[in-house]
């Protein structure tokens, strides 16, 4: 297997979290099985690795029922038609993935957004899935305009996505780092959620709040007018951090097209 996958046990349900390689910039897909279910959040960038990833959730033997988009960056859409379920999202990011221009993913493999585009609105509010409540929250702000945040209350799982981030730089093209600390203020103020669920990493505990909280303080502190100069001063500061590529990605919307 190509990408990295962390199983765990929360009695009713067990979650799996697949990571992709570096090439992928290490975006998380989650797999929450339920006791005769498996509800897939995001749905990876490269096709190969949303092919494995589905692979690997069909041979979990139960059906899945769903696939949630969280928010409308191609890495977490672009595999959504590999996995033969129902394509969900907030109406906001059905409608942000619509107005898109067809792409592709990094391997050049097409991305059709009539294809990948939800067509099943979720209501924020709690659904009860196969007998597991699960809370959906909208939050605006951040890494990007519109992210869904879902809870499970009973197994103390927040699945925070590109809110949240683990060991890998954050993505700041978004050019909102006030917002997105607010957003974190908000989400370490929750109390009872001892699982974390990220959208670039492996899992973590409640403690990733407070390392993506310093995190964007230093880039807030570092980030200037050149965009080199802030990916070397911010890789020094958190050398041991993966996915260097993604503050590339990030720099060239702050900075244009001139940053590689």
């Known amino acids: 297997m190509n990408g990295t996958i962390t199983v765990i046990d929360k009695g009713a349900v067990r979650l799996h979290s697949y990571m992709a390689p570096d090439d992928s910039v290490n975006v998380t897909t989650q797999l929450i099985e339920t006791p005769s279910r498996v509800v897939v959040v995001d749905a990876q960038f490269v096709r190969g690795y949303a092919d494995e990833v589905a692979a690997y959730a069909r041979g979990l033997g139960k059906p899945l029922d769903r696939v949630i988009i969280t928010h409308a960056h191609p890495d977490h859409f672009g595999g959504a038609n590999r996995f033969g379920a129902p394509v969900h999202a907030l109406a906001v990011v059905r409608d942000q993935i619509a107005a898109l221009d067809d792409g592709q993913d990094p391997t050049g493999a097409p991305i059709l957004t009539a294809e990948v585009t939800p067509a099943v609105v979720i209501e ?82 409640p403690e990733v709040f407070g390392e993506v909280s310093r995190y964007l303080a230093d880039a807030e502190e570092l980030l200037g007018d050149d965009g080199d100069a802030y990916k070397a001063a911010i890789v020094d500061r958190y050398p041991g951090y993966g996915g260097r590529f993604v503050i590339d990605i990030a720099n060239r919307y702050l900075f244009g097209a001139g940053h590689a």
């Open 124 to 205: 924020p509010g709690t659904e009860v899935i196969d007998g597991v409540p699960f809370v959906f929250e909208a939050h605006t702000g951040g890494e990007a305009a519109d992210e869904l945040v879902i809870k499970l209350p009973e197994q103390g799982v927040l699945v925070a996505q590109d809110l949240v981030y683990h060991d890998i730089h954050l993505f700041l093209g978004n050019n909102d780092i006030a917002g997105w600390r607010k957003a974190i203020e908000r989400l370490a103020g929750e109390a009872g959620y001892d699982t974390i669920l990220v959208g670039h990493g492996t899992p973590a505990g």
